[in-house]
């Protein structure tokens, strides 16, 4: 039932003396509506969607200002706060039973000295909803790009996408932090050790913070502006991508505390997970873990001197000072992960479970080809050759940067046997080859984060593309393993992207409702919307038969990480950057 704005009763009114000095005590909210003023006097309604089944419900009206008396036609005023700054309303005998769908709508007139025209904001107890954001000047629209000549706007995916990794922000947030949901965090982190290891961005859906998949994430996107820069130019999305990478960069300068010293993961996977809440509000132990020279980890080590390297040259004309301390902390890196050679989690048990290390080989030819490409100095990209790895890769991701490795190691060489080994990776990942695909068209390479394997290799079919290499054939395909995900199965999986999309993902701070109402387990498996919109964020996707369950205990298909959108923000970037 929607309740109207017109019901002809008699109005219930208070009269309350004002107070100064004072502040309501419910400070968020959805913002009401204030209409015609007048001298004393001012409308105002507010109509709130019921996202949960209610037998009664009261609404908590806040102003900015104190007023007189406030006159209420559907509700009851049952209290007043604040010297006259909050009035509780209440639900009459006929309008208390709400059903999910309905919508709460009240009118209202407010009076006070003056011609005052307040701000105002309304919550319902036990029911939390969302203001929807305030799209700033960047924004351009959710149906089609600014250019009109694409069937998905790529310029509102990217901000979404940028979006998402400042909801992943730990540590103190900045002043213009755009996630009105998210507050400081974490910010004990690194106390058990003596070390400032504040900030980076939580793993997942977990809060967690892994070094490996993090510097991977930073690398790839940090990669991705490199290459289509002018792609964020276009959206209106270049600064808030600096700002976006060079989150993650100030911590990994924090962690690498020596040339042969890298924290490289601060929390407990199990007592993590078994929490369920606001990482403001997380009170279990936060060890931190590190890699040394007796205790290495090649993989992450050159994986996090690649993200520097890629801040570097990001960050070179930007802020030359800023660029030349990531310069040097990606050198004594990758000397540190050449000297002592080893896998991060044959010695760091605690990330075993998570972020198994399969091998090394890539991650040194990966941080090889970045040092020639901040040096120019060719020792660096013979030592990249000696560590290629020919044939067909299984498929990028923070663990395997095989295939990409293969495409700039033709970049840089521009020798037949890496253009070849791209070639032969493609004939395995494309229809006809080994890869498997879904009924609607997915590349389907595994059923944990389906959509992030795909997503990764468009990104690098459209690098190859970018080197000459079955330009035309190789962008076709990573098109429309993006529209995939985008919604062209009448689905997207991009939060917040098109017209339906998942609203039950797998991420603790989004399903939690506005403090001071609890979050607990009984969270993960409520039927209801999360409370908070996780704009951007590519969950993991479909099953081998496109069968999809917006479930929130579906960590499998609906979690989403930092990883998953990292070369999936990548390929929109190089798709946009085609069509300007």
Not at 141 to 166: H, M, P
Not at 266 to 282: I, N, Q, S, T
Not at 284 to 313: N, W
Not at 570 to 579: K, N, P, R, S, T
Request: glycine share 10%.
């Amino acid at each position: 039932m929607t309740l109207s704005n017109t019901e002809s009763t008699t109005p219930s009114s208070v009269t309350v003396t004002p107070a100064t000095g004072t502040k309501a005590t419910i400070n968020t909210g959805i913002k009401v509506t204030i209409g015609h003023h007048w001298s004393g006097g001012f409308k105002g309604d507010f109509c709130i969607p019921v996202s949960q089944e209610l037998k009664a419900w009261k609404a908590h009206l806040v102003f900015d200002v104190s007023l007189s008396t406030l006159e209420v036609w559907v509700a009851d005023l049952v209290e007043t706060k604040q010297g006259g700054k909050e009035f509780v309303l209440a639900n009459k005998p006929w309008n208390g039973v709400e059903h999910v769908g309905d919508k709460i709508c009240v009118a209202f007139l407010g009076h006070g000295e003056g011609d005052i025209t307040p701000t105002a904001t309304v919550t319902i107890e036990g029911m939390v909803v969302t203001q929807p954001p305030t799209f700033g000047p960047d924004y351009t629209g959710t149906s089609r790009s600014a250019q009109d000549c694409t069937k998905y706007n790529y310029d509102d995916v990217l901000r979404k996408s940028i979006l998402f990794y400042e909801a992943q922000r730990s540590g103190k947030l900045p002043a213009n932090n755009r996630i009105p949901w998210r507050g400081d965090s974490g910010l004990k982190d690194g106390s058990d050790v003596g070390v400032d290891l504040t900030g980076g961005w939580y793993d997942a859906g977990d809060h967690v913070k892994f070094g490996f998949p993090m510097a991977y994430s930073t690398a790839i996107l940090a990669l991705g502006l490199l290459q289509w820069g002018d792609a964020y130019k276009a959206s209106k999305q270049e600064d808030h991508m600096y700002d976006c990478i060079k989150w993650p960069l100030d911590y990994f300068l924090k962690a690498h505390v020596s040339k042969y010293e890298l924290y490289v993961q601060v929390g407990d996977g199990g007592a993590d997970h078994g929490f369920w809440g606001r990482p403001e509000e997380m009170k279990m132990r936060r060890p931190s873990y590190k890699i040394d020279a007796s205790h290495p980890g090649s993989d992450v080590a050159g994986e996090t001197c690649a993200a520097f390297a890629a801040g570097y040259l990001a960050f070179k004309e930007r802020d030359p000072k800023y660029a030349a301390q990531l310069k040097q902390h990606a050198m004594d890196l990758y000397d540190f992960g050449m000297k002592h050679q080893g896998r991060y989690t044959d010695t760091i048990s605690a990330a075993s479970g998570y972020y198994r290390s399969g091998n090394m080989t890539d991650e040194l030819c990966w941080s090889s080809l970045w040092m020639y490409a901040i040096t120019n100095e060719t020792k660096y990209l013979t030592e990249a050759e000696k560590w290629f790895q020919p044939g067909p890769s299984w498929g990028m991701s923070w663990d395997d940067t095989q295939a990409i490795n293969q495409v700039l190691l033709y970049k840089y060489t521009k020798k037949d046997i890496y253009r070849q080994a791209v070639i032969d990776t493609f004939n395995y990942w494309m229809p006809g080859g080994t890869i498997k695909y879904t009924p609607k068209g997915l590349a389907w390479r595994l059923e944990w984060g389906s959509l992030r394997y795909s997503s990764n290799m468009a990104m690098v079919a459209l690098i190859a593309a970018e080197n000459g290499i079955n330009p035309e054939k190789y962008r076709k395909w990573a098109m429309s393993q993006i529209h995939y995900a985008l919604g062209d199965t009448g689905l997207s999986y991009v939060i917040g992207f098109g017209d339906k999309y998942p609203l039950r993902p797998h991420h603790r701070s989004a399903s939690c409702p506005w403090p001071p109402a609890p979050c607990s387990p009984n969270v993960v498996h409520r039927p209801q919307a999360s409370v908070h919109t996780l704009y951007g964020a590519l969950v993991g996707g479909p099953g081998s038969g496109d069968q999809y369950k917006d479930e929130r205990g579906n960590y499998v298909n609906n979690e989403v990480a930092t990883d998953y959108n990292a070369a999936f923000q990548g390929a929109v970037a190089g798709m946009l950057y085609y069509f300007l």
